[in-house]
């Protein structure tokens, strides 16, 4: 099912700030806030590829008062990282709200907060149908490896939210739809195998 990502002022304002650090040093920054206390935290600037979570916004995530909203940017601008969804769906977590990935190419990408017991399973299920099936197509020429690559973790995301893993939603920017609707009937038969996978 598609899900459009949608942002409030305030979420607008942190997307940009981390979009901002992350264009200055190439770096992942994260910013979030809690909707009901208006605390908010800030961490990032060590890595391209991951950001610390700081420990009380660990804290506040296995608070069932909390309603949090987590803002961080993906340099590459791909979609969310195994690393990602063990903070989004711990099994801990007791907060709502929701984690969002932004992308330096102007893509958004969202998963609401839960908890779930087997997230790196299924994971990694979704993972390996969605890559079996983009090797196939791949040597058939049908997907061009940069275009399988830079969608990869957004066919598992897709696949974890129609398995009912997850509920996920995206923004993606106009490089990205068109590179993915070049490709979009192969690109979907590897959602739908990924999906299968999760059933497995």
Known sequence: MLHIALLNKMDRAMCAQVLSYGGRDGCEHLRAYDLRSNWDCYSGGQSPVTVAIPADLQNRLRDPLAELYIHHNHPASVSFSPVDLAVALDVNNRARGKLYAHGHDGSTYGVTLANRE?????????????????????SMSHVPFQVAKAHFSHIVCQALDMAGVMHYEFAMSQTRIDDWQRCANYLNDVVAAATDAVGR
């Not at 087997?118 to 791949?138: D, V, W």
């Open 118 to 138: 087997t997230i790196a399973s299924l994971y990694k299920k979704a993972e390996a149908g969605a890559a079996q099936h983009l090797r196939f197509l791949i």
